[in-house]
């Protein structure tokens, strides 16, 4: 299995940027597809962003696109999420996720492995 720990969160105005870090230990990183997802008090967990295992291909949502990038360092067994032009909607606790599956699931069902969250809030 694999531990995952999220970095990075905080307070940030709107329009600012935000870069989140997942470190994992444990089995190979390489193992696995990774995720971001994001929860607020009035959504489920949903989907933001996610990368293969080479880090060749990303997915995301259009409620991202253009604003976020996913990326992954497997050196450093780290996946970052670059949030630039943030919104008062972007205000959420940040999951990475990890999946040992064979495509890049949008679903929080497909992710097996979870860290713990870390809160990112955009203010006015």
């Known amino acids: 299995q694999v531990q995952l720990v999220e970095s990075g969160g905080g307070l940030v105005q709107a329009g600012g940027s935000l870069t989140l870090a997942c470190a994992a230990s444990?089995?190979?990183?390489?193992?696995?597809?990774m995720g971001w997802f994001r929860r607020t008090p009035m959504k489920e967990r949903e989907f933001v962003a996610a990368?293969?295992?080479?880090?060749?291909?990303?997915n995301y949502d259009d409620s991202v696109k253009g604003r976020f990038t996913i990326s992954r360092d497997n050196a450093k067994s780290t996946m970052y999420l670059q949030m630039n032009s943030l919104k008062l909607e972007d205000t959420a606790v940040y999951y990475c996720?990890?999946?040992?599956?064979?495509?890049?699931?949008?679903?929080?069902?497909?992710?097996?492995?979870w860290g713990q969250g870390t809160q990112v809030t955009v203010s006015s």
């Open positions: 444990g089995r190979s990183f390489t193992n696995y597809i």
């Open positions: 996720a990890a999946a040992s599956g064979t495509y890049m699931s949008t679903m929080s069902g497909g992710y097996r492995y």
């Open positions: 990368i293969t295992r080479s880090g060749g291909n990303q």
